[in-house]
């Protein structure tokens, strides 16, 4: 149990357009989800986190205009990089929260997503 | 801010052998959760062994046990009987309480080799 989906696996997109990752939790309800990017060779760095009907959470120095994040229902968060540039090339991460039964309210993650901008 | 250091960028070992990887992490709470996380080379993040401060006990999952010290802040993480799959990054993530709506916060991480 306790899976989670990320699509696409990968995409190419040219400079000026923008990218819809989606982040889906497949076998229980998050109310919660989290994002993160990985530059290559580097550590994950938290970029929001994403509440069921609510805004989202931006980490500092996150451009909340730039990463769009959408959770419109208890399994699926959506990020969106608007008008993306070479510098937003990287690995995106989600993670969903496990149903609050667990002290640890453990984190499961997605596979991630590569994005590369031309 | 919470802060997490893991001062090894690469370990080596032999294969069936025991080796350490340390982190330690810097919070102003009493009470908060720490984790180690696998990156293999799939990038899929997978959850090694975790910790409550709240707890003294070391935590042990099989081959994965810590040692965690509290007032040193230090969370280390022992693999012992190393096998070529443990070849990975290995994370150490640090959390605060609080239902979980918190995200975690990562340490630059440990390139682990397992030498045949």
């Known amino acids: 149990g306790a899976v989670v989906s990320q699509h696409p696996s990968w995409v190419i997109c040219k400079s000026g357009t923008s990218v819809k990752i989606e982040c889906r939790s497949l076998?229980?309800?998050?109310?919660?989800m989290f994002w993160y990017r990985q530059f290559p060779k580097q550590s994950l760095m938290l970029m929001a986190t994403s509440n069921e009907g609510s805004k989202a959470t931006y980490e500092q120095g996150v451009e909340k205009d730039k990463f769009l994040i959408n959770h419109a229902s208890l399994t699926l968060s959506t990020l969106t990089v608007t008008s993306a540039h070479p510098e937003d090339s990287s690995f995106y991460i989600c993670?969903?929260?496990?149903?609050?039964?667990?002290?640890?309210?453990?984190?499961?993650f997605g596979p991630g997503t590569r994005l590369t901008v031309l | 801010a919470q802060t997490v250091t893991q001062s090894q960028p690469e370990m080596s070992v032999q294969e069936a052998e025991t080796v350490t990887l340390s982190c330690t992490y810097d919070?102003?709470?009493?009470?908060?959760?720490l984790f180690w996380y696998k990156q293999p080379p799939s990038r899929q993040m997978i959850l090694v062994i975790r910790?409550?401060?709240?707890?003294?006990q070391n935590a042990t999952e099989n081959r994965f046990s810590v040692n965690f010290q509290k007032a040193a802040k230090s969370f280390s993480l022992k693999i012992s009987d190393s096998q070529l799959g443990d070849a990975a990054m290995y994370f150490c993530a640090y959390r605060r309480p609080g239902g979980g709506a918190d995200g975690l916060t990562f340490g630059k991480g440990t390139h682990l080799i397992i030498q045949p």
């Open positions: 910790q409550e401060a709240y707890k003294q």
């Open positions: 076998d229980f309800q998050a109310t919660t």
């Open positions: 919070t102003s709470e009493s009470d908060y959760y």
């Open positions: 993670s969903a929260r496990s149903p609050g039964t667990d002290i640890y309210n453990e984190q499961f």
